[in-house]
C-alpha cells in the first residue's frame, strides 16, 4: 500500500471544508447531515467536529459493492433515516464518488422527501470513473482512477480505521 494522501492533509482539508460549508448557510440556520455507512464514518466525525453547535445529524446505510472492488450497479437499503428532512437544510456526506450510481440514487429519494435545500458533500471524487453525472457540491480531494482505503474507506471491509488514503496495489477492478 502507497499513501496518497497523508492524515495532515486530510485534517487540513477537513477544516477549510467544515468553513466553507458552514459560510454557505443563513447564520444561524440548522445544518442536519446524513452519513453515508459505512465508508462516510470517519469523514462525517471529522466534519461535524470542526464544524459549530448548528449542526444535527443522521446515519443512513445501503449497499453498492460487495465485498469486491467492482460496483454492481445496484444500489439498496439498509438502513434509512430516523429524522424527517421536510424543510432542513440537508447535507449528504459521503466517502467517495465513483460511477456516481450510489449517490444518484440517494440524491433522489432524498430530495422526494422535501428538505429545504440539498447538497452533497464527498471526502473523494474519481471524475474518470463516472458513469452518470452527478452534482457534488462539496469535494475533499479528487483523485486518478486508484482503488483506495483508509478513512472509512475499505476493501473486504478491511482498513476502513487507517489515518491516511493509500492505494491498494494488485487491484482487480
Ligand atoms: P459509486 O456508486 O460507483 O459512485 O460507488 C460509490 C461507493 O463505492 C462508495 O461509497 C464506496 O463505498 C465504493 N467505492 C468506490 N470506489 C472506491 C475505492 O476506491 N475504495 C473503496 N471503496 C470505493
Ligand atoms: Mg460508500
Same mark, same amino acid.
Do not use: W
Given at each position: 500500500? /502507497?499513501?496518497?494522501?497523508?492524515?495532515?492533509?486530510?485534517?487540513?482539508? =477537513?477544516?477549510?471544508?467544515?468553513?466553507?460549508?458552514?459560510?454557505? #448557510?443563513?447564520?444561524?440556520?440548522?445544518? %442536519?447531515?446524513?452519513?453515508?455507512?459505512?465508508? $462516510?464514518?470517519?469523514?462525517?466525525?471529522?466534519?461535524?467536529?470542526?464544524?459549530?453547535?448548528?449542526?444535527? +445529524?443522521?446515519?443512513?446505510?445501503?449497499?453498492?459493492? $460487495?465485498?469486491?472492488?467492482? !460496483? !454492481?450497479?445496484?444500489?439498496?437499503?439498509?438502513?434509512? +433515516?430516523?429524522?424527517?428532512?421536510? $424543510?432542513?437544510?440537508?447535507?449528504?456526506?459521503?466517502? =467517495?464518488?465513483?460511477?456516481?450510481?450510489?449517490?444518484?440514487?440517494? /440524491?433522489? =429519494?432524498?430530495?422526494?422527501?422535501?428538505?429545504?435545500? +440539498?447538497? &452533497?458533500?464527498?471526502?473523494?471524487?474519481?471524475?474518470?470513473?463516472?458513469?452518470?453525472?452527478?452534482?457534488?457540491?462539496?469535494?475533499?480531494? &479528487?483523485?486518478?482512477? %486508484?482503488?483506495?482505503?483508509? #478513512? @472509512?474507506?475499505? #476493501? @473486504?471491509?478491511? #482498513?476502513?480505521?487507517? /489515518?491516511?488514503?493509500?492505494?491498494?496495489?494488485?487491484?482487480? $477492478?
Amino acid at each position: 500500500m /502507497q499513501i496518497l494522501i497523508p492524515a495532515e492533509r486530510i485534517q487540513a482539508r =477537513i477544516r477549510e471544508l467544515a468553513g466553507q460549508i458552514e459560510a454557505d #448557510y443563513p447564520a444561524d440556520d440548522e445544518i %442536519h447531515l446524513v452519513c453515508v455507512l459505512k465508508g $462516510g464514518f470517519v469523514f462525517m466525525a471529522d466534519l461535524v467536529r470542526a464544524m459549530g453547535p448548528r449542526v444535527t +445529524l443522521d446515519f443512513i446505510a445501503v449497499s453498492s459493492y $460487495g465485498t469486491g472492488k467492482k !460496483s !454492481s450497479g445496484e444500489v439498496r437499503m439498509l438502513k434509512d +433515516l430516523d429524522s424527517r428532512l421536510e $424543510g432542513r437544510h440537508v447535507i449528504i456526506v459521503e466517502d =467517495i464518488v465513483d460511477t456516481g450510481l450510489t449517490l444518484t440514487y440517494l /440524491q433522489d =429519494i432524498l430530495r422526494a422527501r422535501a428538505p429545504r435545500t +440539498l447538497r &452533497t458533500a464527498c471526502f473523494l471524487s474519481k471524475p474518470s470513473r463516472r458513469v452518470v453525472d452527478v452534482t457534488v457540491e462539496y469535494v475533499g480531494f &479528487t483523485i486518478d482512477d %486508484h482503488f483506495v482505503v483508509g #478513512y @472509512g474507506l475499505d #476493501y @473486504g471491509e478491511r #482498513y476502513r480505521n487507517l /489515518q491516511d488514503i493509500s492505494v491498494l496495489d494488485g487491484a482487480d $477492478g
